[in-house]
């Protein structure tokens, strides 16, 4: 059986993934094959180099330092989340806290990190071994940049927004690809549905990539679409869903360390249900 792992993402609810990843890394419970979105690219990176903890440290250190996100970046450059500071100041081999990617390359487990191509506003699929490389983690970088609070980031020429926007829930590309079944980690509750109202506002905005404006306009209603074939497919046995309970107002940038502490430490304690995959 191909056993697939899909994390979301979410910013700062990708706590809730870096616990579930821990819990399986603990456990020795491992994926043949992976979809990372935005931050959940992130988790998933660090769970292929098998850096237990890794993930939370950056989510309750150093998201908070001003480098990592802040009214200060944005000003500087246009860009509130730094990801260059996070992805190469931070994660390259010189780093405060380097990422083994050399485990990466030589894993045979299969991972792809999704963004959004922001001139077509549809999805890339990046292939972590082949577009990436040491200390280039440039893929990662593109599917975490967050529309309207960052500029599109170059990925091989693609300007490249967050893959939440194009595919928010993965699931058709994981069958595609020839998973028998997949684990997929959701940041907000199994119910809770999105509403347009935000993204419509957010859209305005995106003046210079009038496609992506029409797809995150569009987010919630993909998003929605995405979670009822993931209830769909669990119904049929191919999927486990993954879900925090509750998720105290968090938002994707929500500064709340104790809250993000305590997601991590819920998703630790989901993440037993994938004892049945020992």
Known sequence: MKLGVID???GVRGSYGAGVLDYCMDRGISFDYGIGVSAGAANIVSYL???RGRNYRFYTDYAFRPQYMGVGNFIRSRNYIGL???YTTLSAAG??????????????????IVATDARTGEPVYFDAKKDMDQDDYDAIKGSCCVPVVNKPYPVHGIPCYDGGISDPVPLEKAFADGCDHVALILTRPRDDYRTAEKDIRM???????PASARKMADRSTIYNEGLDLAKKYEAEGKVTIIAPADISG????????????????????????????L
């Open 8 to 10: 979301v993402g979410g």
């Open 49 to 51: 180099a098998g850096q």
């Open 84 to 86: 260059d500071y996070i």
């Open 95 to 112: 780093g405060e806290d380097p990422l083994d990617f050399r485990l990466v390359q030589n894993s045979e487990k299969e991972l792809l």
């Open 203 to 209: 859209a305005r905005f995106l003046l210079k990539y």
């Open 250 to 277: 968090m938002k994707t940038l929500t500064k709340d360390r104790n809250a993000i502490a305590k997601l991590y430490s819920d998703g630790y304690e989901d993440a037993k249900v994938l004892d049945k995959f």
